[in-house]
């Protein structure tokens, strides 16, 4: 009877705090806003093949380079493609890209920043420099200088992409775990003979989650800023595939003659990542009331 | 403070040994052989294993980096693949367009972006704020690549006042500055709001106030330079990382500078020249993060004292 009670409260209290979150995260409307769009866009990714009016990749050269029409409202490209249904198929690639990148970049530099931070020393001496190393190359350098050396593909993207990130997520869990090393929990932990491999899995990670989870929202933006401009560059997701950067670099030679080619995909780019940035933040102040001015 | 920047320096020396490391194993990394890529696909069995004897590349590889490291520090990276220039030389003669580049454009963005954060702080909760804001956001969320290209529309398409691209004159200048300052203003104008807001709460603020000095007084000489403080911090590492940005920005605009060097030699496996490149570049966020952290200790008189 005790036990069950026990667990009914423990619940509650968890309940609780996720309650609190939303209801602080509900009161900022700009952040609302950017989470709206964020799962409309999961939507319109989900559901392409119904909500795009045409194949993305049929080519037409009778109609191409046209203006909005009802029949196509965003225009056509080069190819007599219609520009709607590639920008909503190209919605696939961003959101893949960007999630799979943070993936990357949080899995790594979470562990690394865990074990860093856990063990202090030497280790995360050795670690942090590493990491030292990988932050004094910019970004998006670093992930030209990897896809270039990969090739060009989408997994090699999204492994260059997600490189490029590890760092952050390595500072960022390292900071959380020194503090947490030395709390009781864990000193319990260590006490009833959990191994080291367990705490940081069942201990320090979970304690975390809070400030990976704002950073990964904030690097699914940043993530997709880059994976279009390597696209861009020529050195991310290959034509024919409708992926926006690649969209844009493809629209770049019409930008006289056609500029619809080159304003919507980019306009495309821009509002996912508002959005983005947007819930991120709301997402950090509500998560962290005390940062909140 | 000659102690603190010479500590500095010798800080600097590990990072770069690092990243020549990593860009060296890297590009080792890499499908292909130096030597097949140089001759191309027709070359003779013999003829290649003649250019890897002479490129020292059947030896093994930490000879090889040793190799690499002694003539790197003489100022010999290597020759392009490509040109058959010194690599060296390749990079000094595009170096001035990319460094014009990004000065003028951290410039710019410091000229905007702290205005821009001033006033959101100062009339927090008001239309001013929401519009600053709302404008910082919008530029750092906003693809540089497509701000390019958009402003490229406006100003060399729509109304003809400025050349779409090529390098020589100010009138050059004046789009690529601009694509390249947009994320770094909005940077520094959040920062300098929040550091802002911080500030004016602050009990040696309010003492100014209460011993009636003029309102400017106080801005200037209490908030202003106590603000400034973080704001170039965070301006200073986040212009290192902003300087990527050239590599988008000289490809939209056509400019012969380093980032543009770095993609068409990627895009051409020149992997001397990658190499060289992204040496110059950790080299460049180096030295501007070892000037942000000095020019740090000149603001703030307590990190000075520190360090007398």
Not at chain 2, 7 to 13: F, N, P, S, T, Y
Not at chain 2, 113 to 124: C, R, V
Not at chain 2, 249 to 274: C, H, K, M, N, W
Request: glycine fraction near 8%; charge should be positive; hydrophobic fraction near 50%.
């Amino acid at each position: 009877m005790i036990a069950v009670n026990e667990r009914t409260v423990i619940r509650d209290k968890k309940r609780s705090q996720l309650g609190e979150v939303w209801r602080r995260l509900r009161r900022n409307k700009a952040a609302l806003l950017g989470m709206s769009v964020i799962v409309l866009l999961f939507v319109v990714a989900v559901f392409a093949p119904l909500l795009a009016p045409y194949d993305p990749n049929r080519i037409d050269m009778k109609i191409r380079l046209q203006a909005s029409s009802s029949a196509h409202p965003l225009g056509t490209d080069n190819f007599g493609r219609d520009i709607l249904s590639r920008i909503i198929w190209g919605s696939r690639i961003s959101l893949y890209v960007g999630f799979v990148a943070v993936g990357i970049g949080a899995v790594f530099g979470g562990i690394l920043g865990a074990i860093g931070g856990f063990y202090g020393k030497r280790i995360d001496n050795v670690i942090m420099r590493l990491m030292d190393v990988l932050l004094a190359v910019p970004q998006i350098i670093l992930a030209i200088a990897i896809v270039g050396v990969l090739g060009t593909s989408l997994t090699n993207l999204m492994v260059a992409v997600g490189i490029s990130q590890v760092p952050r997520y390595a500072r960022l869990v390292r900071a959380s775990a020194m503090s947490l090393r030395g709390q009781e929990f864990v000193e319990a932990a260590r006490a009833i003979g959990a191994s080291d491999v367990r705490i940081i899995l069942e201990n320090i990670l979970p304690n975390c989650m809070a400030p990976i989870i704002v950073q990964s929202t904030l690097g699914v933006a940043a993530a997709i800023l880059s994976a279009a401009s390597l696209s861009f560059l020529g050195l991310g997701i290959q034509p024919p595939t409708p992926e926006w950067g690649s969209m844009l670099s493809a629209g770049r030679q019409f930008l006289r003659s056609a500029p619809h080619l080159s304003i919507y995909p980019g306009l495309a780019i821009a509002i996912v990542v508002l959005a983005l940035n947007v819930f991120g933040d709301g997402l950090r102040d509500s998560l962290d009331p005390k940062l909140r001015q | 403070m000659i102690r603190y920047i010479l500590k500095r320096i010798a800080l600097l020396i590990p990072i770069l040994l690092g990243v020549s490391i990593l860009i060296f194993g890297v590009i080792r990394l890499a499908p292909g052989d130096p030597a097949e890529v140089m001759l191309g696909p027709t070359a003779e069995r013999e003829d290649i294993e003649l250019l890897r004897e002479k490129l020292g590349l059947n030896r093994p590889i930490v000879v090889q980096y040793g190799i690499f490291l002694k003539n790197a520090l003489q100022g010999d990276l290597g020759r392009s693949i490509k040109t058959n220039n010194p690599v060296t030389e390749e990079l000094l003669q595009r170096f001035p367009a990319t460094i014009t580049l990004a000065f003028s454009s951290i410039v710019l963005a410091l000229l905007v972006g702290f205005p821009l954060g001033m006033i959101a702080a100062l009339k927090q909760n008001t239309v001013w704020d929401a519009l600053s804001s709302f404008l910082a956001l919008a530029g750092f969320s906003i693809p540089n690549f497509w701000a390019g290209l958009m402003l490229m529309l406006l100003f060399s398409i729509v109304v003809p006042i400025l050349p779409s691209s090529g390098y020589g004159s100010w009138k050059h200048m004046v789009l690529p500055t601009v694509v390249l300052a947009i994320q770094t203003m909005a940077v520094i104008a959040r920062m300098t709001r929040s550091s802002v807001l911080e500030i004016i709460r602050q009990d040696y603020v309010r003492t100014a106030r209460a011993k009636g000095i003029a309102n400017k007084l106080v801005l200037f000489r209490h908030i202003v330079r106590n603000a400034l403080i973080p704001v170039v911090t965070i301006a200073g590492l986040y212009f290192g990382h902003s300087l990527g940005g050239v590599v988008i920005t000289e490809t939209i605009f056509s400019i012969p500078g380093i980032g543009r060097l770095l993609v068409d030699a990627i895009r051409s496996q020149d992997y001397p020249v990658v190499q060289g490149g992204i040496l110059v570049f950790a080299l460049c966020v180096g030295v501007v993060n070892l000037v942000v952290d000095v020019l740090y200790a000149f603001l703030d008189p307590r990190i000075k004292a520190q360090y007398r």
